[in-house]
């Protein structure tokens, strides 16, 4: 069972707000990621981290930013969220040595007014 | 670059019966593995099954085997004896850059018919 966690799992705020988007993991993984699931359930990578200290860029541009100071935690951050960030927000973690095997989280929805 | 194309964006089977669902990618990576992954309505993505694609022999866990083509880069997903926890979305996913992301298709809505 994979030990993954995600807060809040649904968040309405209004335009212009910042938020933090929160995903822990207690399985000890290096590798953590997070994705973009529109509307029509796609998902499109946004941020991932080999490790401690270490962010990229995914495949989708994003206005968001992340951190990972621990192994465990890996929050989003919006610091002025718009409508157009209106989406679900997932994220995951992967052993660095396994088969690139995802484990998720349960998804945070975020709505913007 | 990598994709993964699922070109059945919903399908239906009647419960107890058979459905594959495909899914065709492409990867520059020389070994891989290759990933089905099951989203239920407002839950959990979950890992459904996966191949390896150095080994020849197609993988089944339980009512789900696929049907892994190396040669043609396709990766087809059977389930058998269909039940009504089976409808969700069902996403294939490939890895790029030696396994360090996994890239999903667009998704396969499945719908069980009771």
């Known amino acids: 069972e994979a030990d993954i966690y995600q807060t809040p799992r649904y968040l309405v705020i209004g335009t212009g707000k910042k938020i933090t988007l929160e995903c822990s993991q207690t399985?000890?993984?290096?590798?953590m990621y997070w994705y973009q699931q529109d509307p029509g359930m796609e998902l499109h990578l946004i941020h991932y981290s080999y490790g401690v200290n270490s962010t990229e860029k995914g495949d989708l541009s994003s206005e968001s930013t992340v951190s990972r100071i621990r192994t465990e935690h890996f929050p989003l951050t919006l610091e002025s969220a718009r409508p157009s960030h209106t989406s679900q927000y997932l994220c995951?973690?992967?052993?660095?040595?396994?088969?690139?095997?995802?484990?998720f989280g349960e998804g945070s929805r975020l709505t913007v007014l | 670059a990598q994709t993964v194309t699922q070109s059945q964006p919903e399908m239906s089977v009647q419960e107890a019966e058979t459905v594959t669902l495909s899914c065709t990618y492409d990867t520059s990576e020389s070994d891989y593995y290759l990933f089905w992954y099951k989203q239920p309505p407002s839950r959990q993505m979950i890992l459904v099954i996966r191949?390896?694609?150095?080994?020849?022999q197609n993988a089944t866990e339980n009512r789900f085997s696929v049907n892994f083509q190396k040669a043609a880069k396709s990766f087809s997903l059977k389930i058998s004896d269909s039940q009504l926890g089976d409808a969700a979305m069902y996403f294939c996913a490939c890895p790029n850059f030696g396994n360090e992301k996994l890239t999903f298709g667009t998704g396969t809505r499945l719908t069980i018919i009771p």
């Open positions: 399985m000890g993984h290096d590798k």
């Open positions: 191949q390896e694609a150095y080994k020849q």
């Open positions: 995951a973690s992967s052993d660095w040595a396994s088969t690139g095997e995802l484990f």
